[in-house]
């Protein structure tokens, strides 16, 4: 079964509209764990309009499932990880400013700078892994820096299922291919939503994990979010 980490970066964008702790995010990523949840996924940025530093240090104590902490691994992001010391960082090549990952890592230029962060992370006992597209020389790229895992950028293929293209999903067997062959676990995530999460888990060889947010949340608010935990769960399996 491929694991679902439950991103709650949409929790506290809510939260953060109003002021005051209503919805509370602690209370929320215990309960996503009571309803089946195999982790939490977070994202914090530099200027901290939804996930605080402070709720990445407040969640340690709250996740016992498998939490995963993802951002641009500059400074502030960098000594934040190696504080809270997650189960798993993911890399995502940001810009300061960015409403949400509109690209992977380009692993071959990124190389040196990528490896470095790694190995930082991995000293520390953090299981590594960085966000790619689902390009040959990418996934080739990101086995050279020594990660542990990729997550592959999946909105290309969203879009595409979206519009009834179903061979989008060709790039992600092609590098989930490759990327076992080399040793890579392989994470997914950003677009993916009930609509398509089942056909993309039922297509990719070697899946672990899933990392999802605004999809769940927004489809919680019809649905209530324990249903929707459960259905994930479901079509994941």
């Known amino acids: 079964m491929t694991k679902l980490s439950v991103n709650i ?3 506290a964008t809510l939260r953060n509209a109003r002021g005051g702790n209503v919805p509370d995010l602690l209370k929320v990523a215990t309960d996503i764990q009571k309803f089946g949840a195999q982790g939490i996924t977070i994202h ?3 200027d901290e309009r939804h996930i605080r530093y402070q709720d990445a240090r ?3 104590a709250i996740v016992y499932t498998e939490y995963n902490i993802e951002g641009n691994p500059q400074h502030n992001f960098i000594d934040l990880v190696l504080e809270c010391k997650p189960d798993q960082v993911t890399l995502v090549p940001d810009a300061i400013g960015a409403i949400t990952s509109s690209a992977g890592w380009d692993t071959v230029k990124n190389q040196a700078y990528l ?3 790694i190995q930082e992370f991995q ?3 953090i299981r590594t892994s960085i966000f790619v597209d689902p390009v040959l020389e990418m996934i080739e790229g990101a086995k050279k820096t020594g990660t542990d895992r990729i997550e592959l950028y999946t909105e290309a293929f969203a879009h595409q299922y979206s519009l009834g293209i179903e061979s989008g999903i060709d790039p992600y067997i092609k590098s989930a291919v490759l990327a076992n062959e080399l040793g890579l676990g392989i994470n997914a995530g950003h677009d993916l939503s009930l609509d398509n999460i089942q056909f993309f888990k039922q ?3 070697g899946l672990l ?3 999802i947010g605004h999809a769940l949340i927004s489809e ?3 649905l209530g979010l324990e249903n929707v935990v459960n259905m994930y769960l479901q079509k994941l399996k």
Do not use: F, H, W
Request: aromatic share 4%; no cysteine; proline share 12%.
């Open 209 to 211: 994990e899933v990392s």
């Open 9 to 11: 970066n949409k929790i």
């Open 115 to 117: 490896t470095e962060m």
């Open 44 to 46: 914090p940025r530099p």
């Open 123 to 125: 000293r520390n006992g």
């Open 58 to 60: 407040d969640l340690k």
């Open 203 to 205: 297509n990719i060889p």
């Open 220 to 222: 919680a608010l019809y």
